[in-house]
C-alpha cells in the first residue's frame, strides 16, 4: 500500500503540473487489517512498532487525499500474478481480464 501511496502522489503532482487537478485518490486493499490500521488514528499497544509506511499512508488518509477500501480476494485481479490461484479462479480473473488463448482452436 504505501508503494502505490507513493505512485499516487507522484502521478498527482505530475497532472497537477498539467493543470488538472486529483481531489483525491482511492486505493483498494484485500487486507482488512491493514485497511483499518492505515485509516485509524488511534495508537494502541500492539501498533507502537508499526512501519514509517503505515504513518505515511495514514498521513495521506488523514490529509484526504487518500481513501481506503476493502476488496475481498474473489474480487482481487492482481492475485493473479501474485500467487498460485486455483483453476476456477485462474479462468475467471482470465476472463475478466479480457484475455483470451491464441493457440486454442475457435469454437
Known amino acids: 500500500m504505501a508503494a502505490a501511496t507513493c505512485e ?3 502521478l498527482t ?15 483498494y486493499c484485500d487486507n482488512q487489517s491493514a485497511v483499518h ?3 485509524n488514528q ?5 501498533t507502537k512498532h508499526i512501519e514509517v509506511d503505515c504513518h505515511f499512508i ?3 488518509v488523514r490529509d484526504g487525499f487518500l481513501k481506503l477500501f ?4 474473489a474480487n482481487q485481479l492482481a492475485d ?18 479480457g484475455l483470451v488463448d491464441l493457440y486454442q482452436p475457435p469454437s
Not at 500467487?83 to 481480464?97: D, E, R, T
Request: no cysteine; aromatic share 12%.
Open 8 to 10: 499516487l502522489v507522484w
Open 13 to 27: 503532482s505530475l497532472l497537477s503540473s498539467f493543470h488538472i487537478l486529483i481531489p483525491h485518490a482511492s486505493l
Open 37 to 39: 490500521l492505515a485509516s
Open 42 to 46: 488511534v495508537f494502541h499497544e500492539r
Open 58 to 60: 495514514r498521513d495521506k
Open 70 to 73: 476493502h476488496v475481498s480476494s
Open 80 to 97: 493473479i500474478f501474485t500467487k498460485a490461484l486455483h483453476s476456477p479462479a485462474f479462468h475467471g480473473f482470465i476472463s475478466k481480464m
